[in-house]
């Protein structure tokens, strides 16, 4: 069974920065594809970013390119995301997963954790 169990989340000012860890368990994750996404309060889903297991290479949402910065720690069953320049619109619950394309062109997320809460004040 594949396990996510998110941390790092907590209340910043706006302009600061924060390091979201994962830790996952059950299964490898050096063949997965691993990604974040958030969910704002009156806001649907939105995929924040997406490592590829086989080239590293990165997707990143437009909301946050040159600002977040996603890894991942393959001996360590780990990923993270490096938060940078923080803005009020990055509050969100924030979720690590299995990420994959979808045929429309839109990252999808399966087998997320908890979550955990990033609040940006002003």
């Known amino acids: 069974q594949l396990t996510f169990v998110e941390s790092g989340g907590d209340l910043v000012q706006s302009g600061g920065s924060l390091r979201l860890s994962c830790a996952a368990s059950?299964?490898?994750?050096?063949?997965?594809?691993i990604g974040w996404f958030r969910h704002a309060p009156g806001k649907g889903r939105e995929g924040v970013s997406c490592i590829s297991s086989s080239d590293g290479s990165t997707y990143y949402a437009d909301s946050v390119k040159g600002r977040f910065t996603s890894s991942r720690d393959n001996a360590k069953n780990a990923a993270y995301l490096q938060m940078n320049s923080l803005k009020r619109e990055d509050t969100a619950v924030y979720y690590c997963?299995?990420?994959?394309?979808?045929?429309?062109?839109?990252?999808?997320?399966?087998?997320w954790g908890q979550g955990t809460q990033v609040t940006v004040s002003s």
């Open positions: 997963g299995v990420c994959r394309l979808d045929v429309g062109g839109v990252y999808e997320y399966d087998h």
């Open positions: 059950g299964f490898t994750l050096a063949y997965y594809d």
